[in-house]
């Protein structure tokens, strides 16, 4: 058997990889001419898979997946091959779940609109004056610096997508207290946080229900652009959209006019149609909108993450056993 890898990795990870392949042979190639002379007879490969390599192999059984996205690594032929694909599913999960709970945490007690403040020095609570007197409501009532700050445990949060990582957010949302909604085409539930996740045609009475929605999907052909105008429209014009899925999913042009017109109450975005987003896009100037640089992955613990993947997906492979992460190349997850 053997094993092609392309592009190359360093020598650190290519020990550990011979290491794991056991009677496999490993080639790492460093040049498109390689790669092309080394994949007629390979079984496995490992890099970014390209319509004249897979031409050339005549024995392939197996494509590693350098990443956990697939938009950008399928092609029709690829879809059609008899090869098994695995990506690098579930390497993020916890990640993102923070980074979303961190940007839902933000819109609820208003700390984007604080930071702002921060840097102009002035001192205001939102929805008041700064004086003793705004915080002094009668027994029973509400002051208007209270109603603007959320309690999030009267909060109900509902989930696109309750893979991996919105299997993670649905927890950290019980963990304070929210109410979880969920909805994808195969989780049915989420133990102990939600009895029932409900099917995706079930879309409008979550997005209804929910004060953040958060889209947690793939990109596939069914998600792109799921939101365009009428999805905002079915949401609360109290409620926040949070976007760490997949930029294609949503309409920034519909997004920016819902926020605009107040449909919405603001949006939180890590992921755009376009990347980077455009300097003059008008996102930038809306005061409720919290943007990331495509960064809710980032963490020092991810390499190690995907190297072990790749050797346990080796091992797998060479003791004739599936790999952890397989997927559908038609449904592209």
């Known amino acids: 058997m053997k094993l092609v890898i392309y592009p190359p990795i360093d020598h650190r990870r290519l020990q550990l990889v011979q290491d794991a392949a056991g009677p496999m042979a490993v080639v790492n190639c460093a040049t498109d001419s390689e790669a092309l002379l080394e994949i007629p007879d390979a079984d496995a490969f490992f890099g970014k898979m390209t319509p004249e390599l897979l031409l050339q192999a005549k024995q392939l059984r197996w494509v590693q997946s350098p990443t956990a996205s697939l938009e950008h690594y399928l092609f029709p032929e690829l879809v059609e091959h008899p090869c098994v694909l695995s990506n690098m599913r579930g390497l993020f999960s916890d990640v993102i779940a923070d980074h979303v709970m961190g940007m839902v945490i ?180 809306i005061e409720n909108v919290i943007l990331t640089p495509h960064i809710a992955a980032a963490s020092p613990r991810i390499a190690e993450r995907h190297l072990e993947t790749l050797l346990e997906n080796i091992r797998r492979f060479v003791a004739n056993q599936e790999p952890l992460t397989v997927v559908d190349k038609r449904k592209w997850f």
């Open 106 to 285: 933000m819109a609820a007690r208003n700390l984007h609109l604080y930071l702002r403040q921060q840097l102009r020095r002035h001192w205001e609570p939102i929805g008041g004056e700064a004086t003793r007197q705004s915080f002094a409501a009668g027994p029973g009532e509400v002051s208007d610096i209270d109603r603007s700050h959320r309690h999030l445990a009267d909060s109900t949060l509902g989930v696109i997508g309750v893979g991996h990582i919105g299997r993670e957010v649905c927890r950290r949302a019980a963990a304070f207290g929210m109410t979880v909604l969920g909805v994808d085409p195969i989780c049915q539930s989420v133990s102990g946080v939600v009895d029932e996740v409900w099917d995706t045609h079930r879309l409008n009475d979550l997005l209804a229900q929910s004060d953040f929605v958060v889209i947690a999907a793939p990109h596939t052909p069914k998600t792109e652009k799921l939101f365009r105008l009428e999805q905002f429209r079915q949401m609360k014009n109290s409620a926040w959209l949070i976007n760490i899925g997949r930029g294609a999913i949503v309409d920034l042009q519909d997004l920016t006019e819902a926020l605009e017109q107040g449909t919405i109450a603001g949006a939180a975005l890590d992921v755009y149609e376009t990347e980077p987003l455009p300097a003059d896009h008008p996102l930038w100037g």
